[in-house]
């Protein structure tokens, strides 16, 4: 039996308020008056680049002549460096601390509008929080509106951030940065394109096997995993996986999944995800797909199920790596560096003992099957 570890993480926080259903955009006017007459400040609100175009949507947004739009760039995940930019950016635009954050979009956006809300209050630089429990304030008052479903960033108690400086992929994880409301609106997954509807969804099944199948548990977040898993299961088995049922079902199993992994760590997929995106740039849903191709030995039930998930979607796993070609030794080791150094979910998924298991050669093996 295996022997269950404390996560050490304590006083667990969920998202203390949400809304969900088709047309929930429009109680976002409501939420920000009431911020508004409690707080003298403007509303920043963060969209994602893709709405840029999308008069439709941005107009429906409430915003006054005081407020801020900040369009995200999504051609590659958030950085240290571009974080610490954005920030600049507002300081210089506006003195007065916002007196709500929005986010509206993918898990990119939504990271992004968390990493903020932590940075308005705490100060320094996003690099001085990449790690457990480091933030020391509550941030400003932050709504997150997912327009993706799968990575459960809406619900998480992080916001991933690359330092390219150093190769660490690492988000703030702390109570801080979980949102203080959502809006769940599933209206807004529709224009979502077919396969990247499947590679975010999958975000949320495979965090929830790595919880599961890992030592740091505890029961409300298994309960949670186990009901995401099989949520994402049923829409990824429909023939039509985006139907409106579907989308409904999908946003909540990221809003579970994501709320099950605040209670625990991912596993051995998300390193070797992580591995990808740094040296690579392969965006994370993408990339935790592609990671799966090296895993049956380590999930082999879960291997299995998410391979007969991908051939039913007939959803192309190789077109992500087509670019990438062989490999030298400098690059596996910038691949190898960049995965070991997630030891809390390497130990989650192997125990104290896993760099004896995952040697140098081991890994390479890995990311040669990945790759393949």
């Not at 979009?105 to 990449?130: F, R």
């Not at 400003?140 to 916001?159: D, F, M, N, Q, Y």
């Not at 090296?294 to 992500?320: C, H, N, T």
Request: net charge negative.
């Amino acid at each position: 039996m295996v022997q269950l570890l404390d996560t050490g993480i304590k006083n667990v926080r969920n998202v203390p308020e949400y809304i969900i259903g088709e047309g929930s955009l429009s109680s976002l006017s409501d939420m920000l008056r009431k911020r508004r007459e409690d707080e003298d400040g403007p509303v920043w609100f963060f969209v994602d680049e893709f709405f840029k175009e999308k008069s439709d949507l941005v107009d429906l947004l409430p915003t006054l002549h005081t407020d801020h739009v900040d369009y995200v760039s999504t051609n590659k995940e958030p950085t240290t460096k571009y974080i610490n930019a954005l920030l600049g950016r507002m300081s210089a635009a506006s003195h007065k601390t916002p007196c709500a954050i929005v986010g509206l979009g993918g898990g990119i956006t939504l990271d992004t509008a968390k990493a903020i809300s932590n940075l308005v209050t705490n100060g320094g630089q996003a690099e001085d929080y990449q790690g457990w429990d480091l933030l020391r304030l509550r941030g400003v008052h932050k709504i997150g509106i997912p327009t993706l479903s799968g990575t459960g960033a809406e619900a998480t108690r992080t916001c991933v951030l690359t330092n390219e400086a150093t190769g660490l992929k690492l988000g703030m994880n702390s109570h801080f940065t979980v949102f203080d409301q959502l809006i769940l609106d599933p209206s807004l997954t529709r224009t979502v394109p077919r396969s990247q509807y499947f590679f975010t969804g999958m975000d949320a099944y495979i965090h929830s096997f790595e919880a599961l199948a890992g030592s740091y548990r505890n029961a409300i977040g298994d309960a949670l995993s186990f009901q995401a898993i099989k949520l994402a299961r049923e829409v990824f088995a429909d023939e039509n996986m985006q139907h409106d049922n579907n989308r409904e079902k999908i946003m909540v199993a990221s809003y579970l999944g994501g709320s099950a992994i605040a209670t625990s760590y991912v596993g051995l997929v998300h390193p070797f995800s992580a591995g990808l995106s740094v040296v690579f740039g392969i965006h994370h849903c993408k990339a935790n797909c592609v990671a799966m191709k090296g895993m049956e030995d380590y999930y082999p039930g879960e291997y299995s199920d998410f391979m007969r998930l991908v051939a039913k979607q007939s959803i192309d796993l190789g077109e992500l790596t087509n670019n990438i070609g062989s490999l030298d030794s400098i690059t596996h080791d910038q691949l190898y560096k960049a995965t070991i150094i997630h030891e809390k979910p390497l130990i989650n998924a192997l125990g104290e003992g896993f760099k004896e298991q995952l040697d140098r050669r081991t890994v390479r093996k890995i990311f040669e099957k990945i790759l393949q």
